[in-house]
């Protein structure tokens, strides 16, 4: 498990950002997003780190949900998974990691939802420049996020 998926966290979000990326250079690399694109992400890779999650699929799972739940993004947030640059990532998967991943979705997904709806207020989604140099910790416990391998 790395530094910011850990629920105390002593990293910052700015830090939690550099090892998420770090981690994850392979899949970000030589891809090349239109604007819309690249502030989704923006968001997108953020919510990763604040929710505590990896890239695998499952927990692409919990940032979506935990996207249009637990952040002021709300539905809204959608119109960046139907992005021409989702769509590619999505046809990277195989089946029977989709299959597996539905299986899951079965306990993820009630209780992402659970969770989010307990958060005292709402991440927000694309105004969090002021959070950067707050350590995970104290974030996630100011919005009562709990991230999913606690």
């Known amino acids: 498990m790395l530094g910011f998926q850990q629920q105390d966290s002593q990293l910052t979000l700015a830090e ?45 799972l919990v940032v979506k949900i935990s996207s249009v739940f637990g952040t002021s993004a709300g539905l809204g947030v959608m119109r960046g998974y139907a992005l021409p640059e989702s769509k590619e990532i999505y046809e990277e998967l195989t089946l029977s990691l989709i299959v597996v991943t539905a299986i899951q979705a079965i306990v993820l997904v009630p209780r992402t939802i659970w969770r989010c709806l307990r958060m005292s207020k709402r991440w927000p989604w694309d105004d969090f420049d002021n959070y950067l140099d707050m350590p995970l910790s104290q974030l996630r416990q100011e919005l009562a996020i709990r991230v999913p391998h606690c």
């Open 16 to 60: 939690g950002l550099a090892e998420y990326f770090a981690t994850n250079a392979p899949q970000f690399n030589g891809r090349h997003f239109t604007s819309p694109a690249t502030e989704f992400f923006r968001c997108h890779d953020t919510a990763h780190v604040v929710f505590g999650c990896d890239i695998s699929l499952a927990d692409e």
